[in-house]
């Protein structure tokens, strides 16, 4: 399917063709791409750009319709796009802790590995319509405006593993039991392209970096500051460098979120600390994401398939929309059509209009809206823009 212009564009104008692999993935994952492809419609139709879109298998109903979570047919889909949006994947359904079955979350690293997705970009800023549906007071959230920077393909997620059974001593008691491992391991070029992303990023911005790192006790963050600190030296004087450790970046992005402008860190800990930073603007339905890399660019929001309300038209579909925003930037260089989406969506929150996850007891409940309704809502912005 394509969404294609429909004549509306300046007379003139030479449309472009940008090919777009959709992950629906499970849970609530093909309402809320179902509005992402409503919303490049209409921004095909005004900047005289055609969307062709590839639909694909990922994670839960990849394994109950193939067997595995990324058949080497999505692979093929996502290489061919010039971009890939995902929206969800997982649930309790394929919950398992037997290691020789296969997980959803097998699909997404696997795609990311595959793609050479090494920079994960999470930006967490505060919509002022939202204040009051954060966690924090409102004074906290003065100025919170920050972009996390995650490596992606190294350290826990990536390393050596494995489970071993009668291993003398490893039962209560001391008898022989099981044993599971898991390794932190870290190259150095992979530190290297990480810390470069991070300080282009922040050159671009406020000019400072907040390395998060656990060198007081792992040799993994050891080497990741000493190489942090090298690319600096070297390339980046310009920029300001923090080093921080991971347990008091926990605390304060509760305590004084708005000191942090670019946080580079590694693999699970941007896991951790980017989920709680989403808390900051009130819901995960308002993080977007950009898995960047050597290859095809990958788009998500950064929350889960929420299989508890999938069916029901009810979740929020900002957090894709805005991922559609960084896919405009990042893949298509689409700046003003980026612009334009990112006015449209502040512009709705500003009139009061909230999905029931960032509604709060202020909220008329007229202005309580479902997935599709809030999806057109921001097409009705971008048509009267």
């Not at 093929?76 to 037997?98: E, F, M, S």
């Amino acid at each position: 399917m394509s969404a294609a212009d429909d004549g509306s564009a300046a007379a003139g104008a030479e449309a472009s063709t940008y090919r777009i692999c959709l992950l629906p993935g499970d849970g609530i994952g093909p309402e809320i791409i179902a509005e992402a492809v409503k919303v490049l419609g209409v921004i095909g139709a005004r900047y005289a750009v055609t969307f062709d879109f590839t639909e694909a298998l990922l994670g839960g109903i990849a394994i109950d319709e193939t067997g595995s979570p990324l058949p080497q047919a999505t692979l093929d889909a996502a290489h061919a796009a010039d971009a890939v949006l995902l929206a969800a994947i997982g649930g309790p359904k394929w919950d398992t802790t037997d290691p020789d079955k296969p997980r959803p979350e097998q699909g997404l690293l696997g795609i990311r590995k595959a793609l050479g997705l090494y920079a994960n970009l999470r930006p967490v800023r505060i919509f002022e319509a939202l204040k009051d549906a954060s966690s924090l007071k409102p004074e906290y959230l003065e100025g919170v405006d920050m972009l996390i920077v995650r490596e992606l393909t190294g350290g826990l997620y990536f390393g050596a593993r494995g489970r071993e059974k009668d291993v003398p001593g490893a039962a209560t008691g001391g008898g022989a039991g099981m044993r599971a491992y898991d390794t932190l391991d870290y190259r150095e070029y992979e530190i290297e392209r990480i810390a470069r992303t991070a300080f282009d990023a922040a050159r671009t911005r406020r000019g400072r970096v907040h390395s998060v790192d656990k060198a007081n006790v792992l040799e993994s963050s050891r080497l990741w500051r000493e190489v942090v600190h090298r690319v600096h030296a070297a390339e980046y004087a310009d920029v300001e460098l923090i080093d921080q450790l991971v347990d008091n970046t926990a605390m304060q992005l509760i305590r004084w979120p708005a000191q942090f402008d670019v946080v580079v860190t590694e693999n699970m800990f941007g896991d951790i600390l980017s989920d709680e930073a989403s808390m900051l603007t009130g819901s995960l339905g308002m993080l977007a994401s950009a898995s960047l890399g050597d290859g095809t660019a990958l788009y998500e929001p950064s929350h889960g398939s929420a299989p508890d309300i999938a069916g029901q038209g009810v979740a929020n579909p900002l957090a894709t929309l805005l991922s559609v925003e960084m896919m405009l930037r990042y893949s298509f260089s689409m700046h003003e059509a980026a612009d334009a989406l990112a006015e449209a969506i502040e512009s709705v929150l500003a009139d009061g209009w909230r999905t029931r996850d960032i509604a709060d007891a202020a909220t008329d409940s007229e202005h309580v809206v479902g997935t599709a309704a809030m999806g057109d809502l921001v097409v009705e912005r971008l048509l009267d823009a």
